[in-house]
């Protein structure tokens, strides 16, 4: 049986008692992650701040214009995470999308070819994110969706370590 999770805060998407905070003990900086639709900021996001700026040049168009500000101020986005193994994201467009976990799979062989490393010649990648077979979640499924990504990933580390 899981443990209950206690939330931190409401959600400014949905209004539920479903945010989690985490403080980072080295730089203060305190993460949220409303566990309902996966939109997550920091206590840095202010709206129009410098840190927005510059967080919001590594997103994509669609997690930049779903982008959701707050009663405070703080800018939220819809989340990503990659670790070895997987990736989750959001797809769609910002009035309409859902997330995917894609995992990573090998390229082997002459496969590789399809797959040239940019300004490298001669060299490939060995492995590719495999969204052509993603899982897709509604937005409100999130939370199933990031135990799904972490199941992938789990799985593929028991694989590669075996």
């Known amino acids: 049986m899981k443990p209950k999770i206690t939330y931190d805060a409401k959600s400014p998407v949905t209004g539920n008692q479903c945010v989690l905070e985490e403080a980072d003990d080295q730089t203060g900086v305190v993460s949220m992650i409303c566990m309902e639709t996966g939109y997550t900021t920091t206590d840095q996001l202010v709206h129009e701040s410098d840190a927005q700026e510059a967080y919001e040049v590594g997103l994509t168009e669609l997690m930049r214009e779903a982008r959701i500000i707050d009663a405070v101020g703080l800018c939220w986005y819809p989340a990503f995470m990659q670790l070895p193994g997987a990736m989750i994201y959001p797809d769609g467009d910002a009035t309409d999308f859902h997330y995917e976990v894609a995992e990573v799979v090998d390229i082997v062989g002459e496969e590789r070819e399809k797959y040239p490393v940019p300004g490298k010649e ?33 799985k593929k580390m028991t694989v590669n370590a075996d």
Not at 126 to 134: F, K, Q
């Open 122 to 154: 001669g060299e490939y990648f060995t492995a590719r994110l495999d969204v052509e077979n993603a899982s897709q979640f509604e937005m409100k499924e999130f939370e199933t969706a990031l135990n799904f990504f972490y199941e992938t990933v789990n």
